[in-house]
């Protein structure tokens, strides 16, 4: 690997003025003013030089499938559902390969070196789980991919759903998924929850699971797995992805909630973009929105990562695998706009999420490895102000993806934006 010099670059813990950032063997060797040449420079120009993203939630065995083989007219969540259990049937390992393929191009082209992917597992072949373990493979050291064995039909509610997780991790799954509000009744969910953690406890994995994805405020399954990590010893191990139903608790149970939470080491994934559409459908007006209690975990000291989710999926048409895109929409939506409160948001895309992902020293500090971003705004507020395409993101000190004056290359070759027809 070799040596790389970024001059003049702003690096937002050592405050204002630029300094020189040199690359050696993959890693940060030394940050300061005036290092001496390198063989190779890169002048940053005043451009801020961060860690890069990590995205801790997202479905790339849906993406890229939306308006097949229709698209979903109501935008609700129930529409996507029967839309998804149609394609389902019909993957093949090739397509889901290429088109989670193309997903991790658009989202390395935006700095993400790092994400977690749910993969369905309701599906006796395994076809899309398949897919993204050789895709893991094949991406390994440029692009790591954490895959969750997510029982998206249920644990319990999808007849063989035990028998598919136990499949899912002899196959070698990362992390373990679930989702009890889901299941047929609350004895179901709590069940599910304890299972899927000794499961996890046993075969040492991670744990993420979609949790109180709802609008209602009796689904309390999140208790239910602060008690179970506790028990089991996982503390810092388990993640709970969107949690909307936190935001209609009542302020005392919420607040005993957040505390058994901290105390079991919780991750929290908070999902701006989808959630935002797809909750709220049963209100009158005023009309909430899908939204977990974000400042509120925060100010207690939860970790919490704000993830992407869908990229043109039968939940939500939108989107191009930018995290950036979606702390942007959580400013307003968390309302994260006051000048103390917003430099959460880059944590949420870089620190807090690696911290779920299981890396260490993911920040630009001597030493660590160099999975960097490189700006031409000197400033987060910026960043998130103009949405600016990335000027280059290093992956263990290597440039993988850079805007030129044609485009963005990745991987050497032109980004293709094009969702496919
Ligand atoms: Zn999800």
């Given at each position: 690997m070799n040596d790389l010099l970024i001059r003049n670059a702003r690096v937002a813990a050592r405050g204002p003025e630029p300094c020189d950032v040199r690359i050696t063997g993959g890693r940060i060797a030394a940050i300061g003013a005036d290092l001496p040449a390198a063989a190779a420079e890169l002048d940053a120009a005043g451009g801020m030089l961060t860690p890069s993203f990590v995205e801790l939630h997202c479905h790339l065995d849906a993406?890229?499938?939306?308006?097949?083989?229709?698209?979903?007219?109501?935008?609700t969540l129930w529409e996507g559902i029967a839309l998804w259990s149609e394609i389902k049937p019909t993957l093949d390992e090739d397509s889901v390969y290429r088109r989670a393929r193309k997903t991790l191009l658009w989202m390395l082209s935006h700095g993400v070196t790092h994400v977690r992917t749910h993969v369905d597992?309701?599906?006796?072949?395994l076809v899309a789980l398949r897919a993204l373990l050789r895709l893991r493979a094949d991406l390994r050291g440029t692009l790591d991919l954490q895959l969750v064995a997510f029982p998206q039909e249920g644990f319990?509610?999808?007849?063989d759903g035990e028998a598919l997780m136990l499949e899912s991790i002899a196959l070698g799954v990362d992390c373990l998924g679930g989702i009890?509000?889901?299941?047929?009744?609350r004895e179901d969910g709590v069940r599910s929850v304890e299972r899927i953690l000794s499961l996890a406890r046993e075969h040492q994995r991670r744990v993420d699971i979609h949790c109180d994805?709802?609008?209602?405020?009796?689904?309390?399954?999140v208790e239910v797995m602060a008690a179970r990590t506790l028990r089991e010893g996982l503390e810092g191990r388990v993640t709970a992805s969107h949690l909307t139903a936190s935001h209609g608790y009542h302020g005392a149970y919420a607040g005993k909630l957040i505390g058994y939470m901290r105390r079991a080491g919780l991750h929290v994934v908070t999902n701006p973009l989808d959630n935002s559409v797809l909750?709220?459908?049963?209100?009158?007006?005023?009309m909430r929105r899908g939204h977990a209690r974000i400042k509120e975990m925060l100010q207690a000291g939860l970790n919490v990562a704000c993830g992407h989710d869908s990229v043109m999926d039968p939940w939500y048409p939108?989107?191009?695998?930018?995290?950036l895109k979606a702390a942007f929409v959580l400013m307003h939506y968390a309302q994260l706009i006051g000048a103390d409160e917003r430099p959460w948001l880059f944590r949420m895309l870089t620190g807090m999420p690696a911290a779920a992902f299981g890396l260490?020293?993911?920040?630009?500090?001597?030493?660590?490895?160099?999975?960097l971003i490189l700006w031409d705004v000197p400033t987060e507020d910026e960043a998130l102000r103009r949405l600016p395409a990335r000027r280059a993101v290093l992956r263990n000190g290597t440039i993988v993806a850079e805007r030129s004056a044609v485009g963005m290359s990745v991987l050497g070759e032109p980004l293709d934006t094009t969702p496919p027809v």
């Open positions: 993406t890229l499938t939306a308006g097949t083989p229709r698209p979903n007219r109501s935008g597992i309701c599906d006796p072949s319990y509610a999808y007849a009890p509000h889901f299941e047929i009744t994805e709802t609008d209602d405020d009796q689904s309390r399954f909750q709220g459908r049963f209100d009158g007006y005023p939108m989107g191009d695998g930018d995290p260490e020293r993911h920040a630009v500090v001597e030493g660590a490895p160099a999975d």
